[in-house]
């Protein structure tokens, strides 16, 4: 079956990178996905990756995907206060549907 | 508005009681989905819709029942609520043939 894991919580400080990461389990995904949600808030989509690349940047933000380990990081350059908030990874299985991770609450310290 | 949002935000009922969950997308979008979001499970597809008037179960549909008889609407009606429904319902929307699943606010939905 499909199961997305991700640690519950990161702490940082302002300035510093933050890394978040993820394990799936569906090698059949084709697109894997970074959600944020803010306090009281849907979820945003951050950026995405399809499976056969390997890293995509987007300004502050660089996924990485190990398509191999079936793992997934995304890295926050100069982390800010405004960016705590819970992330989500997400994987696309083969029904075309989402299979999100249980979230990751980041909390960056000023 | 424009966008995609839910009704109530907030919203307070008796256990065996029915509710019914509303969205409204604005954007003609073909495929909406509604997801539940509990504390350690992140977010689970109850039921999603394609089209109008084509709806499917996702993981957890079990004590809910959708509809979608115009594009830009898709309630959930819980039948007969229970606690274990008690829980953060989003709806979603998006595009076919596009990646990007639009969501709403969210409502926060608490049984007694």
């Known amino acids: 079956g499909e199961d997305v894991e991700q640690s519950l919580f990161l702490s940082v400080r302002e300035g510093d990178s933050s890394v978040i990461n993820c394990t799936y389990t569906?090698?059949?995904?084709?697109?894997l996905y970074w959600y944020k949600q803010e306090p009281g808030a849907g979820l945003q989509l951050l950026t995405y990756i399809f499976s056969n690349m390997d890293m995509k940047q987007d300004q502050r933000l660089t996924v990485l995907l190990n398509k191999k380990d079936k793992h997934l990081s995304l890295r926050i350059a100069d982390t800010q206060t405004g960016d705590s908030a819970i992330y989500f990874c997400?994987?696309?299985?083969?029904?075309?549907?989402?299979?999100f991770g249980g979230g990751t609450r980041l909390m960056v310290k000023p | 508005d424009a966008g995609i949002t839910q009704s109530p935000r907030y919203k307070i009922t008796e256990t065996g009681r029915q509710v019914t969950l509303m969205c409204h997308q604005t954007?003609?979008?073909?495929?909406m989905f509604w997801y539940r979001q509990d504390l350690g499970h992140g977010l689970r597809l109850i039921y999603y819709s394609a089209a109008a008037d084509i709806t499917d179960k996702g993981e957890v549909p079990d004590g809910y029942v959708v509809s979608r008889s115009k594009t830009e609407n898709f309630p959930l009606t819980l039948e007969s609520a229970t606690r274990s429904q008690t829980s953060v319902y989003f709806c979603a929307s998006r595009a076919g043939g596009f990646e990007t699943q639009y969501f709403g606010p969210g409502t926060r939905l608490l049984v007694l």
């Open positions: 997400a994987e696309k299985n083969a029904g075309n549907m989402l299979t």
């Open positions: 569906d090698s059949s995904s084709t697109y």
């Open positions: 954007w003609s979008h073909s495929y």
